[in-house]
């Protein structure tokens, strides 16, 4: 399995997101609209992954939207931005579903979605989730399957001038997870993911690490950093209370 992408609740706007970035001297994007939920996003793609702002158009949609995700980004922002949670892809979206299933984990069952681009197009992909309140615990991810192959996706992704030579450079490396209790947290995705562990505080995804650390400051359980190797810049950017680590 392999990290597609990492969820940021951000307050600004996409077209703000991705000039704050471009002056930090990335080539993040003004995303599109996800009209059925009332939510709009800028993202910045690294080798093998990317990252998404995800950010409010619509309250009234969005109240309305019934969707996991949404439910988790209203929850979250009422007390700030920051991320959310981390996202998962699989090429075999219904399989998946049905082995979650037999381990007896309750599911959303397959939802299907979609985002309409800046150029009009619209872009496809397929969503499970594991069913769970929204809370101050940590979320259980989530996974995608996209319409098209990962090759297809990036040519097409290049071709549109979202991924430039600069975002190739950029991986991944790391997220790190504060939690109350590490071991719980890593045992239960071990068992929901079959993810193998690294050490006494990390499990493997193919192409990056998840790192679970004591929470300490009495907050909500939640993704707190991430690691990027690849970049020009060597510093910490904490942005909309996230913390990027670009090394």
């Not at 997220?175 to 209790?181: G, P």
Request: proline letters at 2%; glycine letters at 4%; aromatic letters at 10%.
């Amino acid at each position: 399995m392999y990290l597609d992408h990492i969820v940021h609740h951000v307050t600004k706007t996409p077209k703000e997101v991705a000039e704050d970035w471009y002056e930090k001297r990335f080539h993040a994007v003004v995303g599109g609209q996800h009209t059925h939920w009332g939510t709009y996003n800028a993202l910045l793609y690294t080798k093998n992954s990317y990252i998404e702002w995800l950010a409010l158009e619509h309250e009234e949609v969005a109240a309305k939207s019934n969707h996991p995700l949404i439910d988790l980004f209203l929850h979250d922002l009422k007390t700030g931005p920051g991320f959310g949670t981390i996202c998962i892809r699989t090429s075999s979206i219904d399989e998946l579903c049905l082995k979650l299933e037999e381990k007896g984990i309750e599911t959303s069952g397959v939802l299907h979605a979609e985002r309409k681009l800046t150029s009009g197009l619209v872009r496809k992909w397929k969503m499970l989730f594991v069913k769970e309140e929204v809370s101050e615990a940590l979320p259980t991810p989530f996974f995608i399957e996209w319409e098209k192959s990962d090759n297809e996706r990036y040519n097409l992704l290049q071709k549109e001038g979202t991924i430039d030579e600069s975002n190739l450079k950029l991986s991944i490396n790391a997220c790190e997870f504060h939690v109350v209790n590490p071991r719980e947290v890593m045992d239960k995705w071990k068992k929901y993911f079959d993810l193998k562990e690294h050490d006494d505080q990390t499990l493997l995804l193919s192409n990056t690490h998840l790192v679970f650390k004591r929470l300490e400051d009495g907050t909500k359980e939640r993704l707190r950093s991430i690691h990027i190797s690849g970049s020009a810049i060597e510093e910490v950017i904490i942005y909309e209370q996230a913390t990027y680590c670009f090394c």
